[in-house]
């Protein structure tokens, strides 16, 4: 089992700038991928951006060249620059085992708002 926790995130201005932070314990040595997912109000959960084992990232569209993943170790982190009223969301870190098992932290709500 892996274990998630998140932090970071809040209430940012449009065109502010943070930083999400998730770290990951347990059987940590089985990850391979994590990632960072968000849920709007009345909206299904988006992919935003997932790093591998070997350091490829990946990004949702609406977030390509503002939003940056990285990873030391354990933990994954989410730098959100240029941020839009539209990425107000829940931002959810997962992480999936080899097998396929997924695992989601509890969540860290970002509002964009002036």
């Known amino acids: 089992q892996v274990h998630l926790v998140e932090s970071g995130g809040g209430l940012v201005q449009p065109g502010g700038s943070t930083r999400l932070s998730c770290v990951a314990t347990g059987r940590v040595f089985q990850i391979y991928v994590m990632g960072w997912y968000r849920q709007a109000p009345g909206k299904g959960r988006e992919l935003v951006a997932t790093?591998?084992?070997?350091?490829t990232e990946n990004y949702a569209d609406s977030v390509k060249g503002r939003f940056t993943i990285s990873r030391d170790k354990d933990t994954v982190y989410l730098q959100m620059n240029n941020l839009e009223p539209e990425d107000t969301a829940v931002y959810y870190c997962?992480?999936?085992?080899?097998?396929?098992?997924?695992?989601w932290g509890q969540g860290t709500q970002v509002t964009v708002s002036s």
């Open positions: 790093i591998n084992i070997g350091g």
């Open positions: 997962n992480s999936v085992l080899y097998g396929s098992l997924q695992y």
